[in-house]
């Protein structure tokens, strides 16, 4: 009897199974990182069909922003993470309703025969799972306990560690869905969430900003400037997290904000001082403070009306006396110390031979006659004691020599 149960059971699976099935993901939300594909079901769909068995011809649909894997028997056959809609033609689950029809009603004949000796259910497992590779957004961080950050600064000689909190949100993408699917979330019933993984990343991520920070600090950044510098900051931190996060989870960092960042009073009290003190170096910088503090020592004496104005001016001049140095001198210096602009070499002008000549062309010439044109060179005209001017070697009116 038992025997007769388990074939007519046996014949209502394997024909059940005989329907093409349309597997789909009806939409993926920020929040679900893996789900189980579905069945599109109608008013004469089949209800009778196994839950975990695909036949042979049956469609898959995948949108975008999705990775669709198969699994079968507990191992994955098949990824696609390309939009579109592909048939599933390599199911060990025959269909009459797909390929030839001769071969398939054989094949049923035996997948009939196989489930007999299990009672009449199918003796395998194969299930379609959709993973959301779309950026994950939305993952607020927040450092509870003060993170070590180098602050260097090479104008004043600063180099120190301060003690920072950082508060933001950062996004991560599945960038391996088979390292997803097999390290984090494989075989699940029906959907899996970011909230399961969240404080496992969350935590990791606090311990990778140390590292992470040192490596931004190495720049020269600032830690009030990391705001702006939010994409070093996320190649720092897949650099450390690569061999955890994308190496075994699966997963990237794509997008890391900082919405504030604060420093420990004391410790920014510090820097000022240093800051203000290292200005201080530069004599223009000193001459102007101590202008600064003139000027306003000077209002307040002459505000001081219990000592008297004098007595106050007197006292003012007792103390920059006695401080040795004032803000004339160090403007002087200064001023010795500043740069001088270079000024642009002139380009040597060449020097014409002796007893050369220029003619009307332009050229210099030592001939008698020009290189150019050949133009002849001119006479030169002298002026003679007697006031004649002539051009020969002797005076037309007194007959003297021309003088050599």
Same mark, same amino acid.
């Given at each position: ?8 059971? &046996? ?12 597997? !789909? ?15 599109? &079901? ?13 036949s042979d011809g +049956? ?18 056959? $098949?990824?696609?993470? %390309?939009?579109? %809609? ?13 390929? /030839? ?33 779309? %950026? ?42 088979v390292l997803f699917?097999?390290?984090?979330? =494989?075989?699940?019933?029906? /959907?899996? +969430? ?6 496992? *990343?969350?935590?990791?991520?606090? #311990? ?23 994409? $070093? ?15 075994? !989870? ?9 919405? /504030?960042?604060?420093?420990? $009073? ?13 200005? *201080? ?7 102007? #403070? ?15 009306? /219990? ?46 031979? &002796? =007893? ?9 010439? #030592?001939?008698?006659? @020009?290189?150019? @044109?050949?133009? +002849? ?7 003679? +004691? ?16 021309k003088p050599n």
């Amino acid at each position: 009897m038992g025997l007769i149960q388990a074939a007519m059971a &046996a014949g209502s699976s394997v024909l059940a199974d005989q329907w093409r099935e349309y597997f !789909y993901c009806p939409s993926l939300s920020n929040d679900i990182l893996l789900t189980k594909g579905e069945k599109k &079901a109608g008013r004469g769909a089949n209800k009778k069909g196994s839950d975990n068995i695909i036949s042979d011809g +049956s469609i898959i649909a995948i949108n975008e922003g999705q990775c669709m894997i198969l699994v079968d028997q507990g191992q994955i056959t $098949e990824i696609c993470a %390309e939009a579109g %809609e592909f048939v599933y033609d390599v199911s060990t689950e025959p269909s009459i309703f797909y390929g /030839s029809l001769s071969e398939s009603i054989v094949n049923s004949f035996k997948e009939f025969g196989k489930r007999i000796g299990f009672g009449g259910t199918a003796a395998k497992d194969q299930r379609v799972y959709f993973i959301n590779t779309k %950026e994950i957004l939305g993952n607020k961080y927040g450092t509870v306990n003060p993170v070590p950050f180098r602050v260097v600064d090479t104008n004043i000689g600063l180099d120190m560690d301060v003690s920072i909190k950082c508060h933001g949100e950062y996004s991560y993408k599945v960038v391996d869905p088979v390292l997803f699917y097999k390290n984090i979330c =494989g075989n699940v019933e029906g /959907s899996f +969430s970011k909230d399961k993984i969240d404080s496992q *990343l969350k935590s990791e991520l606090l #311990t990778a900003l140390q590292p992470a920070f040192a490596k931004i600090s190495e720049m020269g950044i600032r830690y009030s400037a990391l705001p702006g510098h939010t994409t $070093e900051i996320s190649n720092a931190l897949n650099e450390v997290l690569s061999a955890k996060w994308a190496g075994v !989870y699966g997963i990237q960092i794509s997008n890391f904000g900082v919405s /504030s960042v604060i420093a420990n $009073e004391e410790d920014e009290k510090t820097i000022k001082e240093l800051q203000r003190a290292g200005a *201080l170096r530069n004599p223009n910088m000193a001459a102007a #403070t101590i202008a600064s503090a003139q000027a306003q020592a000077m209002q307040d004496a002459a505000k001081n009306t /219990s000592a008297g104005p004098m007595m106050a001016f007197a006292g003012m001049n007792m103390a920059q006396q006695a401080g040795g140095m004032n803000a004339n001198q160090l403007f002087a210096m200064g001023a010795q110390q500043a740069p001088q602009q270079a000024q642009p070499a002139q380009p040597a002008q060449a020097q014409a031979p &002796a =007893g050369s000549w220029t003619c009307s062309c332009g050229s210099v010439n #030592t001939g008698n006659f @020009c290189s150019n @044109c050949g133009a +002849s060179k001119p006479s030169a005209n002298w002026t003679c +004691s007697c006031g004649t001017v002539n051009d020969g070697k002797f005076c037309t009116n007194c007959g003297s020599p021309k003088p050599n």
